[in-house]
């Protein structure tokens, strides 16, 4: 059992704060990796919260093999994400405050595949061609991201 679902045990649906990490990963063709989401059935970075004891770069590479099957070799730093675009109740209503580490990525190595508890597929978009579902607390990163290469 996670960090964050011993807690929810504790607190319910309360809103909490939620340390965590995403990774912006990229391809060859600097496509975005991105996940479908089974919670929330849109579509997210690749990323989640932190364990006890780990390092917000620690938590990025673990979520990383975790949800995509890929090993990360490199990471490097793009913001700290927070304030009232990431505050976000899930369709279950548990509401999180998030406080997000964000990286970017190009190099990586393995196997891409879903991890078929958490998302329905993994898949490489344009950036000129992202989904219009995107996960509610990762579009101000993704916007943010899109805006620094103008």
Not at 63 to 92: C, H, M, R
Not at 108 to 124: M, P, Q, T, Y
Request: aromatic share 8%; net charge negative.
């Amino acid at each position: 059992m996670s960090y964050v679902q011993e807690l929810r045990a504790l607190v319910g649906s309360r809103p909490i704060i939620v340390p965590g990490s995403a990774v912006l990963m990229f391809d060859r063709q600097h496509r975005l990796l991105l996940q479908h989401r089974r919670d929330n059935k849109q579509w997210g970075l690749i990323g989640g919260s932190m364990e006890i004891g780990e390092s917000l770069e620690e938590t990025a590479r673990r979520e990383a093999l975790e949800e995509t099957g890929l090993e990360i070799d490199v990471l490097q730093w793009f913001g700290l994400f927070s304030g009232k675009e990431l505050v976000y109740e899930y369709p279950n209503r548990d509401v999180v405050a998030n406080v997000v580490a964000v990286y970017t990525t190009r190099q990586f190595r393995g196997e891409l595949k879903a991890n078929k508890d958490e998302a329905s597929a993994v898949c490489f978009f344009h950036l000129k061609e992202l989904p219009m579902n995107l996960s509610p607390p990762d579009k101000p990163i993704i916007d943010k991201y899109l805006r620094s290469l103008e």
